[in-house]
């Protein structure tokens, strides 16, 4: 079966063309040109051309009729090279996808589709009205991303330090406009997938980081980076106080040794001083002892 072709990449003048609807879009190193989504129905080793042929070209044509599907929703349009010569065109919406490229591979031995789009909005928050803002297109069409204060395993909320040093609380998406927009998706390829296949959708849980977005997932694993490093300070402090506390213990020992030896020298001193004491009168007895044998001689 032949690839399926929804819409020719466009070259670097093209790309240039429609980087003009946007004004000073390319400029902006905090935005991404394009996106992309890959749309798979199984892999290599289970709908694979050279495992399950038979599966293989079904998973085909269910992904060419789940494309038609796409290209007819109301917040996707394709651009071709007429669209991208008109200088005053404009998409069919306010918001949406612009899709630009869209092509069937086999190239990983199973059947998948690669789909590249522009995210377009005319209700920018900041800067020009027109703009390709990922989330807010995402909301504009009904899939807001929204955000909540950041908890521990405990359920203890998050705090931050901000550059004036006050306590601000520690934000995190719990929920991303783009990833239920592409899950309301899938769904409806899952339905179909039954429909047609009669299978059911399998979630092999490969990729660690789920339907989270790839910044999310950083942030998540960031967050658990620093929990760790918390808990190794905590634990390496926990060791510094009892080293001190057994550091305190043998320096009152110590102190106590160093006392009793001084009282040791203390009472040696003494016991010199009347031994000394001693052999002088004994020398002074001696002495007289010397004079009366004299005397008596």
Known sequence: MQPLVIAQRVGCDSVNTTINIYGHLYPNKQKHLTYEIIWQIG???????????????????????????????SEVCVVTQKELDAPNWKPPFEAGLIVHHMTYHEDENSPHIHMTYIPYTTHSKSGAPIQNVFSQMFEDIGYPTTMKQATTESGELVWQTDKDGNQVPQMKRNRHGGVDWIETQKLVLQKKMMMRLGCNRFYKGSNPRGNLELSDYRREKAAETAKEAELKLDAVMDRIASAQTTIHVQAEQMEATQEN?????????????????????????????????????
């Open 43 to 73: 892999d290599m080793r289970d709908i694979g051309f050279n495992l399950n042929l038979e599966d293989a070209d079904k998973a085909q044509t269910l992904l060419d009729d789940f494309i038609m599907y796409l290209l007819e929703l």
């Open 261 to 297: 030896l001084e009282k040791g020298v203390e009472a040696e001193q003494q016991l010199n001083a009347r031994i000394t004491g001693k052999r002088a009168e004994l020398d002074e007895v001696t002495q007289d002892l010397t004079d009366k044998k004299n005397e008596v001689e």
